[in-house]
């Protein structure tokens, strides 16, 4: 009977491991890329008369063309710093806003072609700043995203290399405590199923120090998140509905299975094994479950 439940154990781990690996992310912070949300070039086209990297010296002023194609068209370069731009940081003429085909700025009179002459500031301080035009439909409906096609220019002030890509999966604080957590519980429970007498002890060890992650994971949810939002606005976001309540079952599950872990620590030292068992699982399974819903199947929607 242990070795039917030790292999169904395995199983159970190596599931949602094996789907981490493929399909995961944990980077909450990170855009969307356009193509979930956009239809990209949808149609079309943007290009710069610059290289798509410049070296540039502190504040030094660039000036280039950029030339759109497409209906109804409209080009911008944002006032935004994501993880894919850095507009913010440099100054931008002839505007941060939309540019439309009819505006003063249009240089070309074809209605289906637009060449705009940008002006960039680069900043005082060396790094690389990623500057991101888009042109797109303007026409398209209000909530509709519209189709568009981008250019990204890289501005090396100073020499500095482009960043390099982050391998976002390790760069969640919840995610290193929430694998660290489950990991410990599930070597204490793998051990304890091959020979509960001889490692009931390293059981504990193990199962205590996950619970202890967990909470650490569970207080951080607020204290690292208090000073960028409201409470108020903070407590809508995690028990939002919108667009399906995954999110309010991973938080559920999670506090489910704290509290049981905290029951099971309590009966294991009652010497209460049945009981001590029970509530184990039951955190195990509610761990494991809240850790698969938040990691593997929100990025999938």
Not at 85 to 113: A, C, F, R, Y
Not at 284 to 290: K, M, Q, R, V
Request: glycine share 8%; hydrophobic share 50%.
């Amino acid at each position: 009977m242990k070795k039917k439940i030790f292999v169904l154990f395995i199983i159970m781990i190596s599931l949602p491991l094996l789907l981490l690996f493929l399909n995961g992310s944990a980077y909450p912070s990170q855009e969307l890329d356009h193509e979930i949300c956009h239809t990209v070039p949808g149609g079309y086209t943007i290009s710069a008369d610059i290289s798509g990297t410049i070296t540039v010296n502190p504040s030094d002023v660039i000036v280039f063309n950029i030339t759109a194609t497409g209906t109804n068209l409209f080009v911008q370069a944002p006032n935004e710093n994501t993880s894919i731009m850095q507009n913010g940081h440099l100054m931008i003429t002839p505007t941060t806003d939309k540019i439309w085909d009819d505006s003063g700025e249009d240089k070309d009179s074809n209605p289906n072609v637009m060449i705009i002459t940008f002006n960039i500031t680069v900043p005082e301080t060396v790094g690389f700043y990623n500057l991101f035009i888009l042109a797109g439909d303007n026409s398209s409906a209000s909530g509709v995203p519209p189709d568009f096609a981008y250019i990204e220019i890289g501005f090396s002030v100073g020499g500095v290399a482009q960043p390099e890509p982050e391998i976002v999966i390790f760069d969640h604080f919840g995610l290193i405590l929430g694998m660290s957590a489950l990991l410990l519980l599930s070597v204490g429970t793998i051990l304890v199923l091959i020979n509960e007498n001889k490692f009931v002890k390293i059981h504990g060890i193990f199962s205590g120090a996950s619970w202890i992650l967990t909470l650490i994971n569970a207080i951080s949810l607020i204290t690292l998140n208090k000073n960028e939002l409201p409470f108020e606005e903070l407590i809508q976001i995690w028990f939002s509905f919108d667009p399906f309540p995954v999110h309010v079952i991973h938080i559920i599950l999670g506090a489910v299975g704290l509290f049981t872990g905290l029951l099971s620590m309590l009966f294991g030292i009652a010497a209460e094994r049945k009981y001590a068992k029970l509530t184990g699982y039951i955190t195990l399974i509610c761990w494991w479950t809240g850790f698969f819903l938040g990691l593997i199947l929100v990025p999938l929607f």
